[in-house]
């Protein structure tokens, strides 16, 4: 081996064996300090606030890390989270010369046996605290018996939330956590001061994107004698994403009323034909608007799709309303004057208007049944069936743009 090997082992040997000593020294250190630690605990009282003796409240900063956020349904009213709270607060009584370096204490009984922040979700509809595959729960005790605890939670938050303009809403959702039975003279909760909600980076949701979370402070007051309780709050604001409606609800309705339009440029005599158009538009619309509404919470106002379901609805409805009309005019029977003015267009070297009733004139032009209906698209019933399409054609259109136009931007803003 060459000489610069053997100095290359000889360092490599030696970081181990500095590697070994230091673990070493650093287990022993722990079992002394977890020996410090259990004689602490003989006298302590988990009972009391750490602050007891000083008759001030005990603050207690308070931290969320998002690690899930869904499952938000608006039949039910309320959202899903799983989280991590964590908590920090320094406990006098735990301070020791001899404790210099952080314990992670995950010691069932450990845990039980320091005092904790009686704190609780007051908005919560259900919660679950993580098992798997050991509980989740930490606590870490530093130097100066500051203590950090944390646990993780799943919970199901209520929300209230305003669907008025749904699909085009946003919800702010709010997340409460409070002190269950210390007062505010016992214990205060505070937001930590940098990033009190933190957000998993990679943190999605498939209705919704994300907003912003605005933190406050809050006391809630049960009773005159019981006493005020601290309070934290945090909003979340929630936009709800319009991809999935414009493809499933707004897009497909759109061209279901452009469909009803096909009828105007059909010939008035395809009476089958523009009956079964408009008809099946109808009901097409019908089973969409049913399907859409099974999927929103039944409410006592009028929401945004609502409005649009029943416009497209009514211009589905009109289109069929003026095939009927077009229809009776153009089978309406000309009156005996329109006949006679007719005839005498078309014979006017002849004398028609000696006569004075209609059987006279059928008889008349009795031979001629190619000239009778000729006269008879000429009528002025029929010019109105036929003028009634040409101004549908652009007034449906305009009608519905004009609609579009106000629909979005009061709904959007």
């Known amino acids: 081996m060459t000489p610069l090997g053997v100095v290359a082992l000889v360092v490599w040997v030696t970081s181990l064996l500095s590697v070994a000593a230091t673990a070493k020294q650093r287990a022993y250190f722990n079992v002394t300090e977890l020996r410090v630690l259990d004689m602490m605990l003989k006298n302590y009282d988990r009972r009391a606030t750490p602050t007891f003796d000083a008759d001030t409240p005990t603050e207690v900063t308070v931290e969320l890390y998002i690690r899930s956020f869904g499952s938000i349904n608006p039949s039910t009213m309320d959202y899903e989270v799983d989280l991590y709270l964590r908590q920090y607060w320094t406990d ?3 301070r020791h010369k001899d404790i210099t370096t952080p314990l992670d204490l995950n010691d069932p009984n450990l845990v039980k046996a320091i005092w904790k922040p009686e704190v609780y979700f007051p908005n919560a509809k259900h919660g679950e605290f993580q098992f798997v595959t050991v509980p989740n729960v930490l606590i870490r005790l530093n130097p100066g018996g500051k203590i950090f605890y944390m646990l993780r ?7 209230m939330m305003e669907v008025s303009k749904f699909p085009l809403d946003f919800q702010v959702c709010t997340m409460e956590i409070g002190s269950f039975s210390k007062t505010l003279s016992e214990l205060e909760l505070r937001w930590k001061a940098e990033k009190p909600v933190v957000l998993y980076e990679s943190l999605k949701m498939p209705q919704f994107e994300f907003g912003g979370v605005q933190t406050s402070m809050c006391e809630q ?12 709050q ?3 604001t929630l936009r709800r994403s319009l991809g999935f409606h414009l493809v499933q609800s707004y897009l497909p309705t759109i061209l279901i009323v452009m469909i009803s339009w096909v009828s105007f440029w059909m010939d008035v005599d395809s009476v089958p034909g523009r009956v079964t ?3 099946t538009t109808l009901l097409t619309m019908t089973t969409k608007s049913s399907g859409i509404q099974a999927e ?3 409410v006592s106002y009028v929401k945004a799709i609502d409005i649009w379901m029943g416009v497209c609805t009514g211009f589905i409805f009109a289109a069929l309303l003026e095939f009927t009309l077009v229809n009776y005019l153009w089978r309406k029977r000309p009156t005996l004057q329109e006949f006679q003015n007719a005839i005498s267009r078309e014979h006017e070297h002849q004398d028609l208007h000696d006569e004075n009733n ?3 004139v059928k008889s008349k032009t009795k031979h001629h049944p190619h000239l ?3 006269e008879l698209q000429k009528t002025e019933s029929k010019k109105q069936a036929q003028k009634i399409d040409e101004i549908s054609r652009i007034i449906f259109p305009i009608g519905f743009l004009c609609f579009n136009v106000a629909y979005w931007p009061y709904y959007m803003l």
């Open 277 to 279: 158009l408009g008809i």
């Open 372 to 374: 009778l209906f000729h």
């Open 358 to 360: 209609w059987t006279n």
């Open 221 to 232: 007051e049960q009773s005159s004698s019981i006493g005020d309780y601290s309070c934290l």
């Open 234 to 236: 945090a909003a979340f």
């Open 153 to 159: 939670l799943k919970l199901i938050f209520a929300c």
């Open 92 to 94: 006098p009584r735990l």
């Open 296 to 298: 929103v919470p039944q």
